[in-house]
């Protein structure tokens, strides 16, 4: 018989750790994807051409590989494919949480009712199929609503499809929405959770349960939940943590998960922990293959690998400790001994002509991985999900400032430069929205509405071309030359202040430029739009 081998569902990004992780345990990597050019497919030992949903081709394919090269393991990571990979793993019979498990932890609806039956914190939600778009704006349906409520695909991740709905005229367009980004076809309209936001990542065997990352969520953007980085270790108090984690365990008991990965998108409300969601395995964002190693010195995806596998954990086992609550499980934790900071850099709507920044001097001591996912020719919108966002930036540190601050500062750098004449980005800088997209996209400096109507005054009464041999910051409007005014950030970072001094060393000066549109641009998009202004 030969060497121990695996199967990895996924070859992007995120599967990277994994491919990496069971290769240094000595498997043989069996790894497929639907995408023959996915970036990790060149370090497979074999790659197949697959679909991830295709669960009895992936169920076959793992049968003849546990009878010709020993299989003794099926995984994922960061992919919506848990479910896949425990339908196989129970036809080939290896170890994985049970295939009914995996679709309660993969479909929203099946998730709430797990919670419902045992009283586990989560949002009262109604159950929408495709076939009854027609009757959304019923009487009866809309009696059930209350604003602000959430609408989510049942099956799907990264926030796509995923919105609030604050009024009645954006219920149609919404719902619509989430249907689109659902496999099944079917989304769930949940009560609105208000409090801050935690990721949480864990480990299940032999009825044991071991919290293996524990990050605070910057989420931003209304009315999309756009999540702009994490930070590991958390900021709350050990009284919520404690909270957190009892209602993250009693809700992993509720969905029958017993071995593998367990990641929670929890909420600490006014009335304490609520669940956002649980899924079976290992969290994507750059959570569980960067930064909780980088925090932990723990390399948390081998440990699911080798429990994949029916091996001891060993690591894990000396690293963790027991968490002092009564559960359901047996509680443990492996603590974070350095932080961690995993910060996004996005862009508005256009084409991108040319990326400035990338090759800066950084600082290596603390930056560890510059993750940039668009380049020239490549169009980029606001992100209204997760996985349309422009790059990722992690560090590490002894010191929770200094590991959040080199993130945001490598990211003030990075400019995206789009090409002129596009239309999107013309109806983006003139705040053009959608009627069910109140406030959205937000200004790129969020100035009060009555500075806002100085300023239209002000530009009104004042147009003219800004002179090529002189500073730009030298003709700031009246209503806008205050310090506080200049120190404010756009989502990149980037104060006003900042902004002005980019745009001159940016700006092409064979160019000439409106004062009116440039400022109105500026205040739209940052830099970005400065910078298109001037086309």
Same mark, same amino acid.
């Given at each position: 018989?030969?060497?121990?081998?695996?199967?990895?569902?996924?070859?992007?990004?995120?599967?990277?750790?994994?491919?990496?992780?069971?290769?240094?345990?000595?498997? &043989?990597?069996?790894?497929?994807?639907? $995408?023959?050019?996915?970036?990790?497919?060149?370090?497979?030992?074999?790659?197949?051409?697959?679909?991830?949903?295709?669960? =009895?081709?992936?169920?076959?394919?793992?049968?003849?590989?546990?009878?010709?090269?020993?299989?003794?393991?099926?995984?994922?990571? #960061?992919? *919506?494919?848990?479910?896949?990979?425990?339908?196989?793993?129970?036809?080939?019979?290896?170890?994985?949480?049970?295939?009914?498990?995996?679709?309660?932890?993969?479909?929203?609806?099946?998730?709430?009712?797990?919670? *419902?039956?045992?009283?586990?914190?989560?949002?009262?939600?109604?159950?929408?199929?495709?076939?009854?778009?027609?009757?959304?704006?019923?009487?009866?349906?809309?009696?059930?609503?209350?604003?602000?409520?959430?609408?989510?695909?049942?099956? $799907?991740?990264?926030?796509?499809?995923?919105?609030?709905?604050?009024?009645? %005229? =954006?219920?149609?367009?919404?719902?619509?929405?989430?249907?689109?980004?659902?496999?099944? @076809?079917?989304?769930?309209?949940?009560?609105?959770?208000?409090?801050?936001?935690?990721?949480?990542?864990?480990?299940?065997?032999? @009825?044991?349960?071991?919290?293996? #990352?524990?990050? *605070?969520?910057?989420?931003?953007?209304?009315?999309?939940?756009? =999540?702009?980085?994490?930070?590991?270790?958390?900021?709350?108090?050990?009284?919520?943590?404690?909270?957190?984690?009892?209602?993250?365990?009693?809700?992993?008991?509720?969905?029958?998960?017993?071995?593998?990965?367990?990641?929670?998108?929890?909420?600490?409300?006014?009335?304490?922990?609520?669940? @956002?969601?649980?899924?079976?395995?290992?969290?994507? #964002?750059?959570?569980?293959?960067?930064?909780?190693?980088?925090?932990?010195?723990?390399?948390?995806?081998?440990?699911?690998?080798?429990?994949?596998?029916?091996?001891?954990?060993?690591?894990?086992?000396?690293?963790?400790?027991?968490?002092?609550?009564?559960?359901?499980?047996?509680?443990?934790?492996?603590?974070?001994?350095?932080?961690?900071?995993?910060?996004?850099?996005?862009?508005?709507?256009?084409?991108?002509?040319?990326?400035?920044?990338?090759?800066?001097?950084?600082?290596?001591?603390?930056?560890?991985?510059?993750?940039?996912?668009?380049?020239?020719? *490549?169009?980029?919108?606001?992100?209204?999900? %997760?996985?349309?966002?422009?790059? %990722?930036?992690?560090?590490?540190?002894?010191?929770?400032?200094?590991?959040? %601050?080199?993130?945001?500062?490598?990211?003030?750098?990075?400019?995206?430069?789009?090409?002129?004449?596009?239309?999107?980005?013309?109806?983006?800088?003139?705040?053009? $929205?959608?009627?069910?997209?109140?406030?959205?996209?937000?200004?790129?400096? $969020?100035?009060?509405?009555?500075?806002?109507?100085?300023?239209?005054?002000?530009?009104?009464?004042?147009?003219?071309?800004?002179?090529?041999?002189?500073?730009?910051?030298?003709?700031?409007?009246?209503?806008?030359?205050?310090?506080?005014?200049?120190?404010?950030?756009?989502?990149?970072?980037?104060?006003?202040?900042?902004?002005?001094?980019?745009?001159?060393?940016?700006?092409? &000066?064979?160019?000439?430029?409106?004062?009116?549109?440039?400022?109105?641009?500026?205040?739209? @998009?940052?830099?970005? #739009?400065?910078?298109?202004?001037?086309?």
């Amino acid at each position: 018989m030969s060497s121990r081998s695996i199967l990895i569902l996924g070859a992007g990004l995120m599967q990277k750790p994994a491919i990496e992780s069971a290769k240094s345990l000595g498997l &043989k990597v069996f790894v497929i994807d639907a $995408n023959p050019q996915a970036v990790c497919v060149p370090l497979a030992d074999v790659f197949k051409k697959i679909d991830l949903k295709a669960k =009895e081709e992936i169920a076959q394919y793992a049968i003849e590989l546990k009878e010709k090269e020993n299989l003794v393991s099926i995984f994922t990571a #960061g992919t *919506d494919f848990s479910a896949s990979v425990s339908y196989a793993s129970e036809k080939a019979g290896l170890l994985s949480h049970s295939y009914n498990a995996a679709l309660n932890a993969s479909d929203k609806t099946l998730m709430r009712t797990c919670f *419902d039956a045992e009283n586990v914190p989560s949002p009262k939600f109604i159950k929408i199929h495709r076939n009854q778009i027609v009757d959304i704006l019923t009487p009866e349906l809309v009696s059930k609503i209350t604003y602000p409520c959430v609408v989510k695909p049942v099956d $799907n991740m990264g926030a796509r499809g995923c919105r609030m709905i604050r009024e009645k %005229n =954006e219920l149609l367009f919404s719902v619509e929405e989430a249907i689109k980004n659902s496999r099944s @076809g079917n989304c769930i309209l949940e009560e609105y959770m208000c409090g801050p936001e935690f990721s949480i990542d864990a480990l299940v065997y032999d @009825g044991t349960m071991t919290i293996t #990352g524990f990050a *605070d969520r910057h989420i931003y953007y209304p009315p999309y939940f756009i =999540e702009m980085g994490h930070t590991m270790p958390t900021a709350i108090s050990k009284e919520k943590y404690y909270e957190l984690v009892k209602a993250f365990s009693d809700g992993v008991h509720a969905l029958g998960l017993t071995r593998g990965a367990a990641k929670a998108d929890i909420k600490y409300t006014e009335n304490g922990p609520m669940i @956002g969601e649980i899924a079976a395995r290992l969290s994507g #964002g750059y959570m569980s293959g960067w930064t909780y190693p980088y925090s932990s010195d723990l390399n948390l995806t081998k440990c699911a690998i080798q429990i994949a596998c029916g091996d001891v954990p060993e690591e894990l086992e000396q690293k963790r400790h027991a968490l002092p609550l009564n559960a359901k499980f047996k509680l443990f934790q492996v603590d974070s001994s350095k932080v961690s900071a995993e910060r996004a850099w996005i862009s508005i709507p256009g084409i991108v002509k040319k990326v400035n920044g990338l090759n800066e001097k950084y600082n290596d001591d603390v930056i560890r991985n510059i993750l940039p996912r668009v380049k020239t020719g *490549d169009k980029v919108t606001f992100p209204r999900n %997760n996985v349309e966002k422009c790059g %990722n930036v992690i560090s590490v540190s002894d010191n929770r400032e200094i590991a959040v %601050n080199a993130c945001e500062e490598l990211i003030q750098n990075i400019v995206i430069e789009l090409e002129s004449g596009n239309q999107e980005t013309e109806a983006f800088l003139q705040g053009k $929205n959608h009627h069910y997209e109140k406030d959205f996209p937000p200004l790129a400096y $969020n100035i009060s509405e009555q500075i806002l109507g100085k300023l239209e005054v002000e530009l009104e009464e004042k147009d003219f071309i800004i002179p090529d041999d002189m500073s730009v910051k030298n003709f700031i409007p009246q209503c806008l030359n205050d310090e506080e005014i200049l120190s404010l950030n756009d989502w990149n970072y980037i104060s006003m202040k900042t902004c002005l001094e980019k745009f001159d060393k940016l700006r092409d &000066k064979t160019k000439k430029y409106s004062y009116r549109k440039f400022w109105l641009y500026l205040i739209h @998009g940052g830099i970005q #739009g400065a910078l298109y202004a001037a086309e």
